[in-house]
C-alpha cells in the first residue's frame, strides 16, 4: 500500500541549529529531506545521462483547472502556480525528492538568526536577457510583501517574518528577518509565492498574463480559461535542461474530455483519477504514473462561544475518529489507492506521525470503543448534523455518502450539502458550517499544516475559539521560532499526537494522483507538491 | 418600420438597466466574494490583510456607490477588470463571444437543415411510417441531455477513430476547414434539442396552413402541389421556426456552457460559469448584460423579419 | 376554420372553433389518439414505479452493500454503481425524485405564469406593458447563472433546484398564457359580453379560462420533460439533489467518469429519462391533437411578442 511513501527518514544526526543551516547552504540538505519519493523517475536531473536524452520535440498538456491568472506574486491556488511554475525560479528550489537545494541562488550563510546572506550565481539570465543582480531579487521580495493585482495580499498568511532585504552587491544580497522563522527555507523552495523577476517587470509587461523568469520554458501566448504556450529557454542556468522543444497547457476541466483528448493522442498527459486512469493500465501505449501528495482529506469541524454543539464533547469527536473506517472509503472510492493521514502528510519529510502508528492508534477504526464513547457522552441515540462538501470533484461527494453510512452505526445522521466552489469557500473561511469535508495541500513548511492551531491565526478564531490547549499552543509557536529542524521535528510529532487526543479537526487520509502519459513522454514523475515540476525534466522519445 | 425598431429600442433600455441592477445585487447577495474563493479555508490570514485585500479589489463602499461607479465607467465603454486576472473585461468577452456565436450558428444551422425539410416531409405525408419515425426521433432528441451526449461523442471518436476535435480555438477566417473539424461536435450536440423542436414545429405550422382556405384555393386553382408547398405552406411555417431561432440565440449565449466545458472551449456560457463560481462581479456583470443586449438585439431581429416573412403582420 | 383538408383529401378528425370548445363533441373519436395513449400509460407506468416500486424491489438504494460496479445479473438486474449500491433500487427511487422534480418546479411555473400572462393579456395597456418587462427581464438573464444565483441563496438542496427551475420556466409560460388570453380577447363574443356589463372576473372565468386550458396542458407536459433534464444539467453542476440521494440527473452525470468500463451504469438512467421524456411528449402531442388540432406550435410561440 504505502510503496512511495517512506514516512520517517529524516535529517541525519543531531545538528546544532547553526551547524545545520550552514551546512544546508553548502550542501543542500533542507527541511524537507524525504527519501524515496520520486526516486524512480529522478534521474535525468543529472547531467551525467544528457548525451543519451534526445532533444526536442512538443509535450501537450492538459489542466484540470484554470490557472486564473499567472501573476508571479500574490497567486493563492495551487491552479495558479501550474501556470507559472514553468517560467520562474526562486532563490531556492526542491529537487524530486524534495530536498532543498539552490536555484538561483548559489549557496547561502546564516549569519545570525535573524541574518541570512545570499550569494547569486553569476551569468544568469533572465528571459529577456538581462542578467540577473541582487537588485532583481530585492525587487521582487518587496513585491512579495505587498503582492499588487491580480495576485492578492491574502497570501501574506504564508509569508515569512522577512522584514526587509538589501543589496550588498551585484551578486550578494542580504535578508533580514522580523523574528527568527523556521519557515524561511522552505518558503523558498517551495516557488510558489517566491519567484525571482526582473526589476520593473510590473511596468513592462502585464503580469496577470506575461512574465520574465529564468526558468526552463518562456510564455508566448496565454489565453486565460483557454491555454499557455511555452517555448524552450535556451539560457536556461541548468544546461542541458530542459529538453522540450516547447510545452502546451490546455485547460481541460472535463476529466472525459481529458480521456478522450489523450486516446487520440491530442494530448501528451493529464491528471486523471483512479477510474479514469483504469482504462490506460494495460494499454502499452501510455505510462500511468501515481503517487501520493499533499492534499490530504480532512473532516473540520466548529466549536463557536455560546454553542453546544455533540461534538464540543471530546468524546463524541473521538467516537466520530474512530466510527470512520478510512480504509474502507479508500477502498470504495479510490480503489485501494490511498493512505492514513494526521495532520501533516505521510510522505512529508520526517514530519508526519508513522503511519503505522496512526492505523492502530490515533486513526483506528474501532466501532465498539466508538459506542462506549457515545455512550458515556450522553448521545446513545446519536445526533443530526450537516457536513458541507465541494459539489465538484465527485470524490468528495462519494466520500461523504460513505461516511454518512459508516457513522450512521453510531447512530450519528450526517446530511450532506454539495456545495459550489465559491459558497464552500466562503462559507469555510467564515466559519460558517457545522462539519466540513474538505482537502488540504502542499505547504512550505510544517508549520503551515499546524499553524491553525496557533491562536493567533485569523481561522482559530472563527473555527474554534473555545478550544485551549496551552501544551499545543506553546510547541506550534515555539516550532516557528525554532531553527533548528532536528529539534522541532519532535515538538511538531509531539503537537500531532495531542491534536489526535483531542480531535479537533479529523484528519482522514491522502490519496494517490494519477497521470497518465503517452508512451513517448519520459521522465515525468507525479510530484508530491501536486504541481507538475517533472515536466521540466520530460524529454519525448 | 424605423420608428417600430426605434421604440423597440428605446423600450430595451429600462429593461437594460433592471436587468443591472439585479445581476448586481444578487451577485452580491451570493455567499462569499472573491476572496473567500481566493484564499479558502486553508491560509492563515488575518482579517486586517482580508481587508486590505478587499478594499485593493474595490470591494469595500456602499452598493450604490459601487453601482453608480460600475454604470458610469460601462457607459463609457469601460467594464473595468476580471477581479480574478485583471484582465480587461472586455477583452475576455471579445475572445469568448465569436466562439459561443459560431457554436450557436452552427447548431441552430444544422437543426434548421435537418429539422425543416423533415418537418415538412411529416406534415406532408401526415401519419406515414415516415411521420412516426421522424416525430420519435425527435422526441428522443429533446430526451437526451446534452451533455451526455457530448460525452459519448467524444468517446466514440476517439475509441473508434482515435480523434477529437482540435484543442486550440482556431478562427473560422484562418482556416476554415480546421475551424470546422473544431466545432461540429459540440454543435452536433447543441443542435439535437432545437432540431427537434424545430421539426416538430414545422409539422404543426405545416398541418396547420395545408387546412387554410387559401391553400386549398391555391390547389383548386390548380396550382401545383409542390408549388403549393413551397411558396405559401412553406413561407409561413418559417414564422414559428424564426421564433424559435431567436429564444435558442438567447437561451444558447448562457446555456451552452456545459458543452464548452467539455469541450474546453472558453465560450460565453463557460467564462460566465466560472465567473459566477468565482465571484468574479465585474466579468459577471458584463456578461450577463452582453447576453441580455445580444437577446434583446435576436429577438428584435426575429420580429422584423416576421413582418417580412409574413406581410399580414403588420407592425404599428 | 371549420373541417380541415390537407391535399390528399379529407382527414379523419374534425375541429372545434375556439368559441365552443367547452362544448362536448363525440369524443371515442378524439381521445383514440394512439401516440397520446401510448404517452398516458407511460406516465401512468412511470408514476406507479415511482409510488410503489420500493415494495416490489425491496432494497436500500443508500446501502453500499456490494462490490463497485459490478454488470447487471440476477442480484443486480441494472449492476451497482461506483460505491456499491444497486443502480435498479436507485433507479426507482430516482424516479420519484425526478418526477417530483418535474410536477413542483412546473406546478411552480404554471401558478405564477399563468397569473401574470391572464393579468397582462386581461388588462393589457399599462399592466401589460409592466409584467411583461418583468418577463423580458427574466428571460435575459440565462437560466444557469439564475439558478447558480438561487442556489447559492437559498442554499445547494432539491426542493431549492426546484425552486429555480421552476422560476426559470415562468416566462415561458407568461408569454405564451398572455398570447393566448390577447387572442380570445379579440373574439367578438368577449367584446359583446363586455358590452352587456359581465364582471371582468365571470368574462376570465367563463371564456378566457377555458380557451387557455389546451395550451396550457401542452406546456405543462412538454416542460415536465424539460424540467427533468434541467435537474441534469443542474447535478452536472452539483446544484441539485444532493448525495447520497439518486436523481436520474445526478446518477446519469456520476455515471459519465465510468462510460468506459461501466456503460451500463450510463445507459439505465439515460433510458430512464428518455422514456418518461417520451411520455410526456406524448402525452402533450396527443392532448394537443384532441383539445385544439389548430394550436399552433408549442414551444414556438414562447418568448415573442407578436406586435
Known sequence: MSDNLTPDTGIEGDLTRRELLTRAGQVGAGALAVGALGAKTAKASTGRTAQRIPRGGTLNWALEQDPAHIAPFGGILTANHWGKELMYDSLLEWDPK??????????????????????????????????????????????????????????????PAIDRTEVISKYRLRMRLKTPDARVFGYLGWGRYSPIVPEGMYQQVNPGREGIGTGPFRLVTYVPNDRLEFVRNGRFWRQPQPYLNAVNFKVLTDEQARI??????????????????????????????????????????????????????????????????????????????????????????????????????WLKHDLAKARTLMRQAGYANGFEVTMTTFSAPLDFSQVAAVMKAQLDQIGVEMNIEAQEPGTFAANNGRGNFDWDLTARGMRGDV??????????????????????????????????????????????????????????????????????????????????????????????? | MYAYVLRRILYAIPTLIVISIAIFLMVRMLPGDILD????????????????????????????????????????????????????????????????????????????????????????????????????????????????????????????????????????????????????????????????????????????????????????????RRKVISRHALRNALIPVVTIIGFEVGVLLGGAAIIEIIFGMPGLGNTLLQAVFNRDYPLIQAATMLIAVTFILANLFVDVLYGVLDPRISQT | MSGQLVPEGPRPETVTAPVVRTVKKPLLGRWSNPIGIVGALIVGLMILVAVFGQYVWVVDPDAQDYERLLAPSWDNPMGTDELGRDILARIIHGARVSL????????????????????????????????????????????????????????????????????????????????????????????????????????????????????????VTVYLSVAILAEAALSFLGLGTQPPEASWGSMLNTSRAYLDFAPWYSIFPGAAIMVVVLGFNFLGDGLRDILDPRLGPVVGTLPIEKK
Not at chain 1, 539570465?125 to 503582492?147: I, M, W
Request: proline share 6%; net charge positive.
Open chain 1, 98 to 159: 524534495l530536498n532543498l537545494r539552490a536555484a538561483i541562488a548559489e549557496k547561502w550563510e546564516v549569519v545570525d538568526s535573524k541574518t541570512i546572506v545570499f550569494t547569486l550565481k553569476r551569468g544568469l539570465r533572465f528571459h529577456n536577457g538581462k542578467e540577473v543582480t541582487a537588485a532583481d531579487c530585492k525587487y521582487s521580495f518587496d513585491l512579495q510583501a505587498n503582492p499588487p493585482a491580480p495576485g492578492s495580499t491574502a497570501v501574506l498568511g504564508q509569508f
Open chain 1, 260 to 361: 478522450a483528448a489523450l486516446r487520440a493522442g491530442a494530448i501528451d498527459g493529464a491528471t486523471l483519477s483512479p477510474d479514469g486512469a483504469r482504462a490506460f493500465r494495460n494499454n502499452n501505449n501510455f505510462r500511468v504514473l501515481s503517487n501520493f501528495t499533499a492534499a490530504f482529506r480532512e473532516l473540520q469541524m466548529t466549536w463557536k462561544p455560546g454553542e453546544r454543539k455533540p461534538w464540543h464533547d471530546k468524546r463524541v469527536r473521538q467516537a466520530v475518529n474512530h466510527a470512520l473506517n478510512r480504509q474502507a472509503i479508500i477502498n470504495r472510492v479510490y480503489s485501494g489507492n490511498g493512505e492514513y493521514s494526521g495532520h501533516v502528510p505521510p510522505g512529508y519529510g520526517p514530519w508526519p506521525l508513522p503511519v503505522a502508528e496512526l492505523r492502530t492508534r
Open chain 1, 447 to 541: 508549520d503551515g499544516y499546524l499553524a491553525e492551531f496557533n491562536p493567533s491565526a485569523s481561522i482559530y478564531r472563527v473555527w474554534y475559539p473555545e478550544y485551549r490547549n496551552t501544551r499545543v499552543w506553546r510547541l506550534v509557536g515555539n516550532g516557528r521560532i525554532t531553527l533548528d529542524q532536528a529539534k522541532r521535528i519532535p515538538m511538531y510529532k509531539q503537537a500531532q499526537r495531542l491534536l489526535l487526543e483531542d480531535v479537533i479537526q479529523i484528519p482522514l487520509f491522502t490519496v494517490k494522483k494519477f497521470q497518465v502519459v503517452r508512451r513517448r513522454v519520459n521522465n515525468m514523475y507525479v510530484a508530491f507538491s501536486d504541481f507538475n515540476t517533472g515536466i521540466r525534466y520530460v524529454y519525448i522519445r
Open chain 2, 37 to 224: 474563493v481566493l484564499i479558502g479555508g486553508d491560509i492563515t490570514t488575518t482579517e486586517e490583510q482580508r481587508q486590505a485585500a478587499r478594499e485593493q479589489l474595490g470591494l469595500t463602499g456602499s452598493y450604490v456607490g459601487q453601482y453608480f461607479t460600475w454604470m458610469g465607467n460601462a457607459l463609457q465603454g469601460d467594464f473595468g477588470i476580471s477581479l480574478r486576472n485583471a484582465e480587461p473585461v472586455s477583452d475576455i468577452l471579445l475572445n469568448a463571444l465569436p466562439i459561443t456565436l459560431e457554436l450557436i450558428f452552427l447548431a441552430l444551422l444544422i437543426a434548421t437543415a435537418i429539422g425543416i425539410p423533415f418537418g415538412v416531409i411529416s406534415a406532408v405525408r401526415r401519419d406515414s411510417a415516415h411521420d412516426y419515425a421522424s416525430r420519435v426521433t425527435g422526441l428522443v432528441g429533446v430526451s437526451i441531455p446534452n451533455f451526455w451526449l457530448a460525452t459519448l461523442l467524444l468517446l466514440f471518436t476517439s475509441r473508434v477513430f482515435g480523434w477529437v476535435p482540435p484543442l486550440t480555438y482556431v478562427s473560422p477566417l484562418d482556416d476554415p476547414l480546421t475551424n470546422l473539424s473544431q466545432f461540429i461536435l459540440p454543435a452536433l450536440a447543441l443542435s439535437v434539442f432545437p432540431l427537434a423542436i424545430i421539426m416538430r414545429m414545422v409539422r404543426t405550422t405545416m398541418l396547420e396552413v395545408l387546412s387554410q382556405d387559401y391553400v386549398r384555393t391555391a390547389r383548386a386553382k390548380g396550382v401545383p
Open chain 3, 100 to 219: 417530483q422534480v418535474g410536477f413542483i418546479s412546473v406546478g411552480i411555473a404554471m401558478f405564477f405564469g399563468t397569473s401574470l400572462g391572464l393579468v397582462a393579456g386581461y388588462y393589457k395597456g399599462v399592466a401589460d406593458g409592466l409584467l411583461m418587462r418583468i418577463v423580458d427581464i427574466m428571460f435575459s438573464i440565462p437560466g444557469l447563472v439564475l439558478a447558480i444565483l438561487i442556489a447559492g441563496l437559498l442554499g445547494p438542496s432539491r426542493r431549492n433546484a426546484m425552486i429555480a427551475i421552476g422560476i426559470i420556466i415562468i416566462p415561458v409560460f407568461a408569454r405564451v398564457i398572455r398570447g393566448a388570453v390577447l387572442e380570445v380577447m379579440g373574439y367578438p363574443y368577449i367584446e359583446s359580453a363586455r358590452a352587456l356589463g359581465a364582471p371582468g372576473r365571470r368574462i376570465m372565468r367563463k371564456h378566457v379560462l377555458p380557451n387557455v386550458v389546451a395550451p396550457l396542458i401542452v406546456l
